[in-house]
């Protein structure tokens, strides 16, 4: 199943069950938001999840494109990706949390094929401020799927403040061995979907109120769950990167964790520009410019004279079209010049590293002005002396 046929398959089971779609938000959070980017489904839905109605009802379903940063290290693995797609669905104020866990359930084993065997779930065990999730724990015994109970894995908060709630997290066996242990023990355990029950609200001095409504919220990770069921070893190789597999090798051969980080920060890049980023110093511009960064970094340790003007525009179209995007050329164009930016700020770097006061170690003022006088930030200084 590829991950067109994923969405199809999720949403219409959702629409079966009463729910209406909505169209998925761009990755900038709505104002307001405690985050740079939108980093899960229910950010563009946080005033109805708060118990403002919602034009379309209490049943929603949708898919969004999200972008975590918290992950940037872990890229590279076979389940994270920068950006990413969030199959997800809405209970406000209308079903339980049971109800919700019940159609996951019933989707991923009859709808999908997944079998029940492989699956493992967690709830929350509670904690000084909230009692455990009893109803949810109850619902995975009826179904005779295992349940670990955690604490702090099994609370879900958008920010330090702010709806959140217990969730309970399903995940699938990804060993070539039978299931064995759980998902806070044996990480070939992977998380596909949580399912929260958004019934909190966190204020400034920590304490929790309860949302005017007992809410759902559940977050599926497309292109993970598309690479389990599709039998590839990690995300990268699900059909969503085959134009990226097919076309970069050929250009820049790469070893394999390097290719996935340029696949992914690429892929991301082009996605945070369609959006309407542009590169900065600071906030969301300082992301991007931070994904192209790391691309040339690797690019270039092998091959100074590797650029992105050799990039096919297939993948850049692709990507735009995938998302509803537009202006190949115009993110070429961008692409290109923080390119020739980069190029021009690490010449500058090499030059003044080279003066005798940089030679020895470098303390906090120096850093200070490499940053403030030359527009050297620290990662790049300590990478350009180690080269
Ligand atoms: N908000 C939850 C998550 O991101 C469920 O969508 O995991």
Redesign the pocket.
Known sequence: MNTEQLIRTFVEYYEDHGHRRITGSTLLPPPGDPVLFT????HPLTPYLEGRPHPLGRRLVNVQR?LRTTDLDEVGDSTHLTVFE?L?TWSLGDYEGPQSLDWGYRLLTEGLGVDPGLLHTTVFGGDDQVGPDVSSLRLWQERGVPVEETVEDNW?S?GPVGPCGP?SEIFLWTGDTPPRSTPTRDDRWVEVW???MMRHRRLDDGSLVPLPQRNV???LGLERLASLLQGRPSVFECDVFEPWRRLVPALWPLDEPSLRLVCDHLRSAVVVVGDGVRPANTGQGYVLRRLLRRVLTVLWREDPSRGLGDLPGELVSHTLGHFRQGGTEPVRRLLLEEERRFRRLLERGRKVLARPRFRGPLGEEDFHYLHDTHGLPRELVTSLREE
């Open positions: 980093t899960s489904g229910m999200c969030m997800g879900w958008n969730d949580n399912h929260v919220d559940t977050g």
